[in-house]
């Protein structure tokens, strides 16, 4: 640290030091106030200008030292020189004192911070470089966070000290004023109208603050665009998958007038080429894979002939038998209307679509956008060259490959790879990080990879796929593993390396709708994109990719859209589960224990392994585990993890649980049908009930029961 910075430090210390040392925040009290104020009084009337001037040297003091008694002196600043001249002296002593502490973090702190944090604090330095006049006004108007951490860190940042001063005079204004009168009135002492109107305005004033903040934040993004007089529709949705479907059914049910835009096929990706078919193919292979474990059972010989081909026709068989909950018709019935065709937002109120009809406008109060998300392929040198499928195209195979090679060793990867290397594909699985399924704890997706090890799968870990060949005509990939190639020789590939949002081609880039770092449609809390009428929900809008969640997001966009100008509701996170359906099946909610020790949360595991479980064993099933994690000392769930046959239907418990506040303690009080599978979470309660058994209580019971016995 420089000498200066010693100085400045020293200074500021032995101010703050005094301050306290000679008991001088008895002066900034109430009572101090009201035993002196008749004296106060007189010298004010006498010495005006003198009296102003201390008064604003000390309320500039405090301010810039942080010291406690600021919000007391404002009150006794109204009283003493009344609303006029005491708006004027601490407005600008306030904004004096906050661009003092403003200087002095600065000056003393900045350096240091973002040297030692600055790739952290890069995406609030960019904000702050691009937005940072609004986010202090923000601030300032909202007075819920303390204006003297306001003061120190937005020092720390790079927003301009000019800026900072003129936005802390305007933006505390009105508190200023507020508070002010409200101290006119206390200087009467007694109970007045006047009074219980300030302290009445000083309780709703961030709540008006942050509508005006609203309208302000709207009146500019909205600026460049013609409103229209008069609207066509309440809500136009784009996308007709999970969240588009659910948005524009909760319009329907509440008698908005809503159209849904789609350009493709209604139901989107979970039922035409995600959920529906591949739950679908899931079965088969699973059918097909439990009797070749005949023996298990019972039975001598087992065994099954299949057509790959009439497997695939099932699959089309069934996305048609669900087809009619998502169609046309249906969500016409419901009173949507539902248009095939390209959709583009051309102005905040505006939807264009084309399609064979031509094209026309829709005009709308509100749009939601629900333009779900694709499957990303890499771009690896040469695969380009080997006819890459993906889990949108995978559906079109009739014929069984070979050699299955499989990149990813995601939820979707996993899936897949255990449905051909049942149906008796050569299949390889390439997985560039240390293991497969990476968010679930290690000792669950080794599970899961020793399980399709041991139905032949070649699962490689630590493979970064590197080149695609073709070589005399046979397809070779060329992966790198412990620095040397490795080259993998297939058939065909099969690409599952996550999903990318539908963010272009639609009007966000015209409207200047941002897009984040994860190529999601940037929203707030509501669901709100930029501009306050156009919402975004689903994989489109992130943060999760799952159909529920979809529809989750849904509910909030559909109502804040319809009937936010009375109340909005923040999209709610707190609970969400998700399962991939591979054998054994895992399914989760809430943190797993890899997650806990990232953020540094305490927990306890408690575990019930499934191999000890009665249907289970039954059922030839006796594998997996239940793992729920707990606050220490206490039965409230942060998250379960579940491995094993029926996961997905048993987690349900614990999703419950964390949502409406029940510990294993009720769990463990529940009746379980006898035998299911349902019953491991009631053993796994127990598993922790027994841990946290009070030993000094049962020691005692000992012996009252051995004195009972005489």
Known sequence: MKKSQLFVVALIAALIVVFFAYDLDRYFTLDFFRSQQAAIDAHVKSNSVQAGLVFFLVYVAVTALSLPGAALMTLVGGAIFGLLWGTVIVSFASTIGATLAFLASRFLLRDWVQEKFGDKLKPINEGVAKEGAFYLFALRLVPVFPFVAINLLMGLTPIRTWTYAWVSQVGMLAGTVVYVYAGTQLGEFRISVGLLAAFTLLGIFPLIAKKALDAIKARKVYARWTRPARFDRNLVVIGAGSAGLVSAYIAAAVKAKVTLVEKHRMGGDCLNTGCVPSKALIKSARLLSQIRRGQEFGLKTAGADFDFAAVMERVRRVVRTVEPHDSVERYTGLGVECIQGEAKITTPWSVEVKNASGTRTLTTRAIVIAAGARPFVPPIPGIEKVDCLTSDTVWSLRQLPKRLLVLGGGPIGCELTQCFARFGAQVTQVEMLPRIMIREDPEISDMVMQRLRNESVNVLVNHKAMEFRVENGEKILVA?????????????????????????GYGLEELGIPVS?????????YLQTIYPNIYACGDVA??????????????????????????????????????????PEVARVGLNETEAKERKV????TTYGLEHLDRAITDEEAHGVVKV?????????????????HAGDLVVEYISAMRHGIGLNKILGTIHIYPTFAEANKFAAGVWKKAHTPQKLLRWFEKYHSWMRG
């Open 542 to 583: 992130g943060p999760y990719q799952f159909t529920h969640t979809a529809s989750h997001q849904a509910w909030y966009a559909a109502v804040n859209a319809l009937f936010g100008r009375f109340r909005r509701f923040r999209a709610d996170y707190s609970v969400i589960p998700w399962a991939t359906f591979t054998d």
């Open 480 to 504: 790198e593993h412990s620095g040397r190639d490795v080259r993998i020789p297939f058939d065909q590939l099969l690409c599952a390396v996550g999903r990318i949002p539908n963010t272009k």
């Open 517 to 525: 770092r994860t190529r999601t449609v940037e929203t707030n809390e």
């Open 629 to 645: 994690l707990t606050v220490p000392g206490t039965d409230k769930v942060l998250g379960a993890t579940i491995a094993g046959e």
């Open 602 to 605: 305490p927990y306890e595991v």
